[in-house]
């Protein structure tokens, strides 16, 4: 079982800043098939990011994924205000399970 | 439109058993895996299971084989997560989700909190 840990637990930025999400797997994902995904207080997970670097239908262009092998990243360009959530990261390359991250919040600072 | 429709809350007994569903509309049910995830209060996802309507076929996460048992009846495009015998332990949300090969989970039920409590 592919093992995904996320850094940091927690991220305190202002809006409009840059925020940088790092994943890290216990070994190599294959093809690169590591998602991300966005969930608000309340709410289901929302894909964002699959392939490591193509984004969801919908999905703006301030997110922005990628790595490969064993390093992946989250980058929000520009932090607005409806971007404050908790992000996983998911492998699916392997076979089953399909493991997430334990994830990292985004908060206002 | 794709969708997913998930059963109501549940409020149940240490020991009793519990069934929820999980309705899928808006695309061929039986060309799609069907994933379930775990959030306990206050934590992260955990990936329960996948199973394929189109035959049945399905994988459970070590951590959950023989705790829950996943289904689907592809006649009415609904996928399951059953209990035999729930624990205070159950108590969470459980998402079920659609499952891209390409993508990962792309679409996603509303969820089902489950509370288990004497």
């Known amino acids: 079982e592919i093992v995904l840990t996320q850094s940091p637990g927690t991220l305190s930025l202002s809006p409009g800043e840059r925020a940088t999400l790092s994943c890290r797997a216990s070994?190599?994902?294959?093809?690169?098939?590591l998602a991300w995904y966005q969930q608000k207080p309340g709410q289901a997970p929302r894909l964002l990011i699959y392939g490591a670097s193509s984004r969801a239908t919908g999905i703006p262009d301030r997110f922005s994924g990628s790595g490969s092998g064993t390093d992946f990243t989250l980058t929000i360009s520009r932090l607005e205000p409806e971007d404050f959530a908790v992000y996983y990261c998911?492998?699916?390359?392997?076979?089953?399970?399909?493991?997430f991250g334990q994830g990292t919040k985004v908060e206002i600072k | 439109e794709v969708q997913l429709v998930q059963s109501g809350a549940e409020v149940k007994k240490p020991g009793e058993s519990l069934k929820i569903s999980c309705k899928g509309s808006g695309y061929s049910f039986t060309s799609y895996w069907i994933g379930w995830v775990r959030q306990m209060p206050g934590k992260g996802l955990e990936w329960m299971g996948i199973?394929?309507?189109?035959?049945?076929?399905?994988r459970y996460s070590p951590s959950f084989q023989g705790q829950v048992t996943i289904s689907a009846d592809k006649s009415i495009s609904t996928a399951y997560l059953q209990w035999s015998s729930l624990k205070a332990s159950d108590t969470a949300m459980y998402y079920c989700a659609r499952w891209d090969a390409m993508k990962g989970f792309d679409y996603w039920g509303q969820g089902t909190l489950v509370t288990v409590s004497s």
């Open positions: 998911q492998q699916y390359g392997s076979s089953s399970p399909w493991t």
């Open positions: 199973i394929y309507p189109g035959d049945s076929d399905t």
């Open positions: 070994q190599s994902v294959s093809s690169s098939y």
